[in-house]
């Protein structure tokens, strides 16, 4: 199984940004999808996740992103708008067989892309 993210980068606040994340190696279309971030000092934290039963996000992050799938790319992605300093970490995509968790239990975690919002 190969997780891989892409579309991090330097913005300023108020700024939009587009992840994306390409796995290979699963039955994609049954498997739940998310994201994750770890910010410096901080304990990693759920950001948003997809399955066939829907989209959830955390509280910090609703109305301002938005995950979604292509499943026949084999891809997801997390569009992330109107940034706040306070989004900058770490961003990692998951996978998991079945349905989102907000909990750490997923079985493939990606490298990590890194987002840098400017004040």
């Known amino acids: 199984v190969r997780i891989v993210e892409s579309g991090g980068g330097l913005v300023q606040a108020g700024g939009s940004l587009r992840l994306s994340c390409a796995a290979s190696?699963?039955?994609?279309?049954?498997?739940?999808m998310g994201w994750f971030r770890q910010a410096p000092g901080k304990e990693r934290e759920f950001v948003a996740g997809?399955?066939?039963?829907?989209?959830y996000y955390a509280n910090s992050v609703k109305g301002r992103f938005t995950i979604s799938r292509d499943n026949a790319k084999n891809t997801v992605y997390l569009q992330m708008n109107t940034l706040k300093p306070e989004d900058t970490a770490v961003y990692y995509c998951?996978?998991?067989?079945?349905?989102?968790?907000?909990?750490?239990?997923?079985?493939?975690w990606g490298q990590g892309t890194q987002v840098t919002v400017s004040s």
């Open positions: 998951v996978s998991r067989p079945g349905e989102v968790s907000s909990r750490r239990l997923y079985d493939y």
């Open positions: 997809i399955s066939e039963s829907g989209t």
């Open positions: 190696g699963v039955t994609f279309g049954s498997y739940a």
